[in-house]
Structures are given as structure tokens and as C-alpha cells.
């Protein structure tokens, strides 16, 4: 299986700044054309919300604070500037085979 | 619009059947491409992704799991069902149906407890 790990596992953000997590993947996940990493937002209760598509592809809807790089094995997701209502758990995701795993998470908290 | 919900039993006791269905609406399984994945999260925790079925009965599974999972679809009613057999406090968790491939849709969830 491919292991996804996130970094931090938290952290907290002043309001206004950036938010910076980290996404290593155990083998490459990327073509010339497209990286299979997707990224996603969970708050409590909820189910997770798309944020972003094929590493850097901005889900529809989906305010442009949210960014997202990176290929091969590295990802990186940014959030600027955060808001209040960022708080939540992100998670990264990859869907180059079978099974489809996602990222430990990382919890963002609003300073 | 699109929208998609999971049911199941709630309760069941170790080594019982789960049986859950996502019933979606806005989309269809007939439509080239389409299909629709299950995904579960214990309380507090991560993801895990389960199975997946498409348009053309492509059925994928977690290899983890694969021998207690069955994944089956109703076109016409645009149903999706998921079978777990022999469950146990392991498999206490949410879970969730999505559309599949891009993960762009879900359900609330449906809240699964095992316990004797």
C-alpha cells in the first residue's frame, strides 16, 4: 500500500497567516501529466469536502485561498490567509492503486 | 444537484452482517465513468477507503478487508450496497458513500456501533 504522511500532525495559525502542510507519499504517485494526490477538509459531524484536485486543482466552488503544489512523492497544501472558519482536519489522498489511502490528517486551529 | 445518503443497522453484535446502502440522487450508474466508493472513519480517527463499484461493474477492494467485503449496485433504483461479514469492534466507524472517481460528493454518513 502506498503511505501517505502528513506533517505536522497540528498546528495553529494566526488569523490572516499561512497555513502550510505537508504531504509525502511511500512511492511516486505522478505521471508527466498528472499527480494522483487529491486534498480534503473535515470539520466535526461532517464528511469531508474536496478542496483540491490532482495536486493543484482548485475543486469548483472552492475559495482560492486554498493551493496546493508539488509532484512525485511531495505535496504541499497552503491555505492564505486563514480564516476562522478554516478550523478543521485536513487530509491528503491518493487514488494511483489499489487500495486508495489517505493521510493521517492534520488539525489546523485558528490562533 | 447532488446528494447522496447511507443506511444501516446502527447496532450489530460480533460476527453479524453488515449491511449498508447508499441511495444518490443527481447522477447516474449507468452514465460512462460514474461510480461510487465507500469510505469509513472510527471515531476520532482517519480514513479508511473500502470499496469501490463503477458504471460497467468494475468492483475494486481493500485488500485488507477484501474477503469479508461484497459490493453490489441497483441501477435503476441508483442504489449502492455494501456487505461486511463478520464483524467485529474493529469495524465500529462512520461510513460514508461517495461518487466516485474524484471523491467530489458524500454523504452524511451512517454511524455503525458493534457491540455484544
Known amino acids: 500500500d502506498i503511505v501517505l504522511t502528513q506533517s505536522p500532525t497540528s498546528l495553529a495559525v494566526s488569523l490572516g497567516q499561512r497555513a502550510t502542510i505537508s504531504c509525502r507519499a511511500s512511492?511516486?504517485?505522478?505521471?508527466?501529466?498528472?499527480?494522483?494526490i487529491h486534498w480534503y477538509q473535515q470539520k466535526p459531524g461532517q464528511p469531508p469536502k474536496l478542496l483540491i484536485k490532482?495536486?493543484?486543482n482548485l475543486e469548483s466552488g472552492v475559495p482560492a485561498r486554498f493551493s496546493g503544489s508539488g509532484s512525485g512523492t511531495d505535496f504541499t497544501f497552503n491555505i492564505h490567509p486563514v480564516e476562522e472558519e478554516d478550523t478543521a482536519t485536513y487530509y491528503c489522498?491518493?487514488?494511483?492503486?489499489?487500495?486508495?489511502?489517505f493521510g493521517g490528517g492534520t488539525r489546523l486551529e485558528i490562533k | 444537484q447532488v446528494t447522496l445518503k447511507e443506511s444501516g443497522p446502527g447496532i450489530l453484535q460480533p460476527s453479524q452482517t453488515l449491511s449498508l446502502t447508499c441511495s444518490f440522487s443527481?447522477?447516474?450508474?449507468?452514465?460512462?465513468?460514474?461510480?461510487v466508493s465507500w469510505i469509513r472513519q472510527p471515531s476520532g480517527k482517519g480514513l479508511e477507503w473500502l470499496a469501490h463499484?463503477?458504471?460497467?461493474?468494475?468492483?475494486r477492494y481493500n485488500p485488507s478487508l477484501k474477503s469479508r467485503l461484497t459490493i453490489s449496485k441497483d441501477t435503476s433504483r441508483n442504489q449502492v450496497f455494501l456487505k461486511i461479514t463478520n464483524v467485529d469492534t474493529s469495524d465500529t466507524a462512520t461510513y460514508y458513500c461517495?461518487?466516485?472517481?474524484?471523491?467530489?460528493?458524500w454523504g452524511q454518513g451512517t454511524t455503525l456501533t458493534v457491540s455484544s
Open positions: 490532482y495536486a493543484s
Open positions: 443527481g447522477f447516474s450508474l449507468s452514465t460512462s465513468s460514474m461510480g
Open positions: 512511492q511516486s504517485v505522478s505521471t508527466s501529466n498528472y499527480s494522483y
Open positions: 463499484i463503477y458504471w460497467d461493474d468494475d468492483k
Open positions: 461517495t461518487r466516485s472517481p474524484s471523491f467530489d460528493y
Open positions: 489522498q491518493h487514488n494511483w492503486e489499489i487500495p486508495y489511502t
